[in-house]
């Protein structure tokens, strides 16, 4: 290694290396692995992972390097210029086999119990590094296990101490609930405090950690990886479309697991998208078609029950009809959904079926700046979201900018929990925020960056005041040079609104409180998943009603009068596209339940019934060509009614509440972030009012009434009632203020 370039070539910022002979190129201050698996080179690792930061903790890299006396740890030698490295020297190789029989000597021989037999790292690192035969008869050291909750499963004999687990809660999920304990052969993985994982991220330490000592809880026991077919899919509980791979044996899906996309979800998947196909199998699973005779429920054929769903359609054509879609419908879906309402001759149609104030027309847009790029802006203000739940990923693509540097503010009702620092906390009510994104301290802050981004979420997209707040972020954005991310609030509201399933009559709010006649229903669960459930229920309960639904629940079986089962995106051939704009591709995964079918074969059948023109396509692809988006001047709508006195309410989605799949997964609905319904107030108000922690409310608005169990934190604004949407005690608050007293 010379003063002098060997390659006066390259960038100013790279030097050449020699590995195992291949002269190659590397940025300055990499490490050799970086370089190596650039060039395909394969150099044996168990701590490190180019996600993580480097511990150097596991010394399997160790590699020769001329010039240096001993072996080095790839993941921890930084390359230079004329440095020349051998991977597979006999010095390199018995240094590897060295490590490996250490690592070896408490690890439990249990491969055939080990759920992550067949797919374990150093089963397969073993077999070309380790002994055939042990040299130590020493007892194997135990370590006892700690319950981490309902995902994650521990074996921590079988740990290895990369510390992979502790690094990821550490910098990935900013948690910290991991870290080891004790010293040298004593050294222990676990919590801390003993609790279960809290993190909505904690399912990737499953994926990081290279033994069997975190394994996925819910796919315990339950297959061989070699039993299990991948089926590439998409995340559709909210708008990033996490990339994943379904594991299927025999039509049934066991295990999710994520799909590398550095543009969308890296290599990493939220809990939420990681345990909700356990719903796909719930006890109340639409697998028939049903009708509804003299009040009483009983299964049809297909033909009888379309003949049904095309004489109530006939019979409330044009404005008599509302058609209501689910806003994760694939593409596929709505695009024939915009199409029967055509032949139907009604505008009434709508996806934002949980959005209070439509008043200005809004529909959802693509984000200015792409998630892969938030993680680089030094400027970020989050306005009406609880984005750690809304959007687990995204959060932690915040945390990333973070973490270099960038100044985080936010506007919101409730003072939530971050994994980063707030730089600027606007805590008011809802009826405040428009007003506060006027803040001229906000605005300087924002102009200090290059690179600023507004984020508004589903507290401000959803609530009575949405439209003022879409302005004043709008412009916000303008003035200070920042890009506006508005999420979309749902899995594929922007493909919807691009294929049309946006009204040009009735908007969802109007044609349900002004109501039809009729209905169609499209993957919605009644009693939970509308902005106002009373007002909702009211309308649907007085009109006929056809339900395309994948649950036969209780509330769909109550206001229907016929039900089409459907099959769910793990189980159809879709497209979604999420909020980057980004169309992405399913295949169908599980096997469809009983009778159900892919929704688009439901509708094309459906129009068969009713002679609609437009379906004349016999396969997919048939389909897919005859799809084109639509500039839809869509509808404004009424601003609702919030004037008066009372409590203003803030209602936020629960993370594991948040669809009807999610709230089916018995691991998602025992975790600990998913918590019982509460109505959570001020100290100050509580106080006014004579409530006290546990004391049970009455609080009602011109909907109805929800009777919950209070509860006091500093963290709600003055004037403000917080509340999580999704589960039945919290649907009767519709919009409007609050009235509260003891129950």
């Not at 139907?344 to 693509?366: E, F, M, P, Y």
């Not at 993370?655 to 109505?679: F, G, M, W």
Request: aromatic residues 6%; hydrophobic residues 45%.
């Amino acid at each position: 290694m010379s003063a002098q370039p060997v390659n006066p070539n390259l960038p100013p910022d790279h030097v050449t290396v020699f590995i195992d002979g291949v002269e190659m190129a590397a940025p300055k201050g990499s490490m050799i692995i970086q370089a190596a698996d650039k060039a395909g080179i394969a150099i044996p690792r168990f701590c490190y992972h180019d996600k993580l930061a480097i511990a150097a903790n596991c010394r399997m890299c160790l590699v020769e390097v001329e010039k240096m006396p001993k072996p080095a740890p790839a993941c921890a030698t930084p390359v230079m210029d004329g440095m020349r490295v051998s991977t597979r020297s006999d010095k390199a190789l018995k240094s590897q086999r060295n490590v490996m029989e250490f690592l070896l000597i408490n690890h439990p021989l249990d491969c055939p119990i080990c759920d992550q037999g067949g797919e374990c790292e150093l089963q397969d690192l073993s077999l070309g590094y380790g002994r055939s035969v042990s040299r130590f008869a020493e007892r194997k050291r135990v370590v006892p296990d700690e319950d981490m909750g309902p995902l994650v499963a521990t074996e921590m004999t079988r740990c290895i101490q990369c510390t992979r687990c502790v690094r990821f809660t550490a910098e990935i999920a900013g948690t910290y609930e991991l870290g080891g304990m004790y010293r040298g052969e004593n050294l222990q993985i676990g919590t801390f405090d003993g609790k279960p994982l809290t993190t909505e991220l904690s399912g990737n330490v499953i994926d990081v950690c290279p033994v069997g000592a975190l394994t996925n809880k819910v796919f315990q026991f339950k297959a061989r990886p070699w039993e299990l077919t991948a089926r590439e899919s998409l995340g559709y509980h909210d708008s990033l479309g996490s990339n994943l791979f379904l594991h299927v044996r025999r039509g049934e899906v066991l295990r999710t697991v994520p799909r590398d996309n550095e543009a969308v979800n890296e290599c990493w998947l939220s809990d939420r998208d990681r345990y909700a196909h356990q719903g796909l199998y719930a006890a109340d699973r639409a697998n028939a078609p049903l009708v509804k005779e003299n009040g009483e429920w009983r299964e049809a054929s297909w033909e009888e029950a379309l003949a049904k769903a095309a004489k109530i359609l006939r019979d409330n054509g044009a404005d008599a009809l509302g058609v209501l879609a689910h806003p994760a419908t694939s593409n596929e879906e709505g695009a024939l959904l915009a199409r029967l309402a055509d032949a139907l001759g009604t505008g009434n149609i709508d996806h934002r079926i949980a959005q209070h104030d439509l008043s200005d027309g809004a529909s959802a847009t693509t984000f200015a700046m792409p998630v892969a790029d938030i993680g680089q802006a030094d400027v970020i203000v989050i306005v009406g979201s609880n984005l750690r739940h809304e959007l687990p990923l995204v959060h932690q693509r915040v945390r990333k900018a973070w973490t270099r540097g960038a100044k985080v503010h936010v506007v919101n009702p409730v003072d939530f929990d971050f994994t980063f620092e707030i730089a600027g906390k606007h805590i008011v009510a809802p009826s405040q925020i428009a007003a506060t994104l006027g803040n001229a301290a906000l605005t300087d802050a924002a102009k200090a960056g290059t690179r600023a981004v507004v984020i508004v979420g589903a507290l401000a997209e959803n609530g009575p005041h949405a439209a003022a707040i879409r302005k004043a972020a709008a412009d916000f954005a303008a003035a200070t040079g920042a890009a506006l991310n508005r999420i979309p609030q749902g899995a594929n509201a922007v493909g919807l609104s691009d294929y049309g399933v946006l009204p040009t009559a009735r908007d969802a709010q109007s044609m349900l409180a002004d109501a039809r006649s009729a209905y169609v229903l499209y993957g919605i669960e009644p009693g939970l998943d509308f902005a106002d459930t009373a007002t909702a229920l009211k309308a649907l309960n007085a009109a006929q009603v056809v339900a395309f639904s994948t649950f036969a629940c209780r509330s769909t079986r109550a206001v229907a009068d016929v039900i089409l089962p459907i099959g769910l995106l793990p189980e159809i051939e879709a497209t979604l596209t999420n909020l980057d704009g980004r169309q992405q591709s399913t295949v169908a995964g599980g096997k469809l339940p009983g009778e159900a079918r892919a929704g688009w074969r439901v509708l094309r059948a459906l129009a068969g019934e009713l002679g609609a023109k437009g379906f004349d396509f016999t396969d997919l692809a048939g389909l897919r060509g005859g799809m084109q988006m639509r500039e839809t001047q869509v509808a404004a709508g009424k601003a609702p009614a919030v004037s008066g006195e009372g409590l203003e309410v803030a209602a936020s989605a629960a993370i594991y509440r948040s669809d009807a799949v999610v709230r089916r997964a018995p691991a998602l609905q025992a975790h600990p972030l998913n918590t019982e319904p509460k109505a959570v107030l001020n100290p100050q108000d509580a106080n006014a009012l004579g409530f006290a922690d546990g004391v049970v409310g009455k609080f009602s608005t011109a909907a109805g009434t929800a009777t919950l169990p209070v509860a006091t934190s500093d963290k709600v604004a003055r004037g403000t009632v917080w509340v999580e949407t999704g589960h039945g005690a919290t649907a009767p608050l519709g919009v409007g203020r609050v009235q509260a007293g003891r129950a």
